[in-house]
């Protein structure tokens, strides 16, 4: 019998690709306000706002002084008049309008995956922004439902979301559940304080400095298949009608 009936994906870099999204949505934003989309103003930006997510998931922040300062700290710091709430309505118009896959084979994989367990997104991020990128880049036909942050009110690694994700897709045995992501300090502590096993994506085979310990590492989504499916089902990959027999 397979252990595990129900996968949550985290979406940004593990099955979306949020640096072209964002790399991307910077350089529209940035011409938009006739700056200098320079790699040095784009690093900026970037160390700015990371500092301010990692302060989110800690809960030193609220979601809405993140949106309203890391455009204004971004100005202040390249010496640029301008209203930063609005230039950062701006970029999250331009985000959401880029729904680029982390590989080619993303949707195969969860076509195969969704054959034989149920799939979720939990990921953090503002909610049109999120929920738009996961329709228009064909992910969330496999998906029974996205839990974003800022909808639940809460971030990763919160378990609060993981609970709200379980309840709402009717889940009550945890053992049965994968938590699958590219962030050690987000998906996978996430996952391990909900007390869910934990998957993590380490395309890149980064060093793990240790702190955190998820139950399985992979470098690609493949990998996913002799740990989700039985292996009658890993047998016959791209047959039908494979679901788990409960």
């Known amino acids: 019998m397979a252990k595990y009936y129900c996968i949550l994906f985290d979406a940004d870099n593990t099955l979306l690709d949020f640096d072209m999204a964002e790399n991307k949505a910077l350089i529209e934003t940035l011409t938009q306000y006739e700056i200098e989309p320079s790699n040095e103003t784009i690093q900026k930006y970037r160390e700015i706002n990371e500092g301010l997510w990692r302060q989110l998931e800690k809960g030193q922040i609220r979601r809405d002084k993140l949106m309203n300062e890391r455009f204004t700290r971004f100005l202040k710091e390249i010496g640029k008049e301008g209203n930063g709430a609005e230039m950062n309505r701006a970029y999250l118009s331009q985000l959401s309008s880029h729904p680029d896959l982390m590989a080619d084979n993303v949707l195969d994989v969860l076509h195969e995956l969704a054959e034989v367990a149920t799939m979720a997104i939990v990921t953090n991020g503002f909610d049109k922004v999120q929920s738009r990128r996961v329709k228009e880049s064909g992910v969330g036909e496999f998906m029974e439902e996205v839990f974003v942050s800022e909808r639940a009110d809460s971030e990763k690694p919160n378990r609060k979301i993981f609970d709200t994700a379980l309840k709402t897709l009717g889940v009550e045995n945890r053992e049965h559940v994968l938590v699958v992501g590219d962030s050690l300090s987000s998906d996978i502590q996430g996952g391990i304080n909900a007390g869910l096993d934990t998957c993590w994506l380490n395309r ?14 992979i470098d690609s989504l493949e990998q996913l298949y002799p740990i989700v499916m039985e292996p009658d089902e890993l047998a016959r990959v791209g047959q039908k009608n494979r679901r788990h027999q409960i």
């Open 204 to 217: 890149n085979h980064a060093e793990n400095p240790g702190q955190v310990s998820p139950t399985y590492e």
